[in-house]
């Protein structure tokens, strides 16, 4: 077990904010910053020499850089890609095929990504027949349920045993065994509107008990036990998305780097079309969870749900704006569009 929590964070658009968060990772005695991992979605957003100018800073003060190689239709993200490989900015590839590692395993390491969705034992099995088929896999990263799995360590063990890096994806929205995330890493619906996403606000607005029901979350204050029980040192923070600053990025960095949570544990999560809607006091979740002897990511679904009612009857857990009509038409788009297509699961 390393000495320090490592983290991996995203990629960070500014980079005076880049800059900061280096630095709070040095200074810190507890934690760091080991690794920064970016896309293609960055390289459009700032043109190819911003982007290769933050991630070389990155790099030139000790973090890996990763780089994500979903590509889009069309040969600008391949343009892109093939001139960023060509002059060797990424350590490591994050990719979500068989398909991308048998083409890159040749010349970079290999990431796998939470789109591959290691879950069971099988799956581990499976991770393992292609570590021994390509060598250069070195990174695997949990997601969603994961937080919230017993037997996580037994799954992580073989995989560090092997040579590779297992981390845990910590500020996830999703809501727990989520029957919608299948249809929501599928290609073909990521490129429509991202409806599902306003499914997922809208099913917080109906029924605010859910802002609890967080699968792929730990707060910082219990991220050393964690580490503790599963063995697994490295986090992931999540993101990178539409309409994160790099403000917030910053934000959410440093609270981890601290072990902190902030006043409303929501500036810890990324809703992309709910920006500032919901309000969850930190203290209060964390003296709920401690008034029955446990930390928020060991409580069971009943509990969190009771606590939710409790917090929600004196005021710690709220929504902070009306309903949102765009919100709720979007998730009726998505009910209307993709039950249909078998694509949309309607909950029972």
């Known amino acids: 077990m390393v000495d320090k929590i490592q983290y991996s964070i995203p990629f960070i658009r500014d980079l005076e904010t880049l800059e900061r968060v280096i630095t709070y990772s040095k200074e810190s005695e507890h934690s760091e910053i ?46 892109d890609l093939d ?23 040749d010349d970079f390491k290999i990431y796998l990504s939470t789109i591959f969705g290691f879950q069971s034992e099988r799956d581990i099995e499976k991770v393992l027949k292609l570590k021994n088929k390509y060598p250069l896999i070195t990174d695997l990263c949990f997601h969603h349920d994961s937080t ?91 993101g990178r998305g539409r309409g994160v600053t790099p403000e917030q990025q910053g934000k959410i960095i440093t609270s981890y780097l601290n072990f902190k949570s902030p006043e409303n544990l929501y500036d810890l999560i990324i809703f992309t079309y709910a920006k500032d809607h919901f309000h969850v006091s930190s203290e209060r979740l964390l003296q709920h969870c401690e008034s029955i002897n446990k930390l928020f990511y060991q409580t069971t679904t009943k509990e969190r749900d009771a606590i939710a009612q409790s917090m929600i ?30 694509i949309y699961k309607i909950p029972q």
Do not use: W
């Open 34 to 79: 080991v690794e920064m991992y970016g896309g293609l979605s960055d390289v459009r957003e700032l043109g190819s020499d911003e982007f290769k100018k933050i991630a070389s800073y990155a790099k030139s003060n000790g973090l890996e850089f990763a780089l994500t190689i979903t590509i889009r239709d069309g040969n600008e993200d391949k343009e």
């Open 148 to 238: 919230r799995d017993q037997n996580l360590k037994d799954k992580a063990l073989p995989l560090a045993e092997a040579g590779i890096d297992t981390k845990v994806l910590i500020t996830e929205s999703c809501y727990e065994r989520c029957i919608q995330r299948k249809a929501h890493y599928n290609k073909t619906v990521h490129q429509e509107p991202d409806v599902l996403q306003h499914h997922c606000v809208a099913t917080a607005y109906e029924n605010p008990a859910r802002l609890l029901d967080l699968s792929g979350f730990l707060m910082p204050e219990e991220i050393s036990q964690f580490q503790k029980e599963t063995g697994i040192s490295t986090f992931k923070i999540s």
């Open 313 to 342: 009857a004196e005021g710690s857990l709220k929504i902070l704006q009306d309903q949102s009509p765009g919100n709720q038409a979007l998730a009726y788009q998505a009910r209307k569009l993709y039950a249909p297509r078998g």
């Open 83 to 105: 001139e960023i490989l060509k002059e060797g900015i990424p350590d490591k590839l994050i990719v979500s095929s068989k398909k991308d590692i048998e083409k890159y395993h």
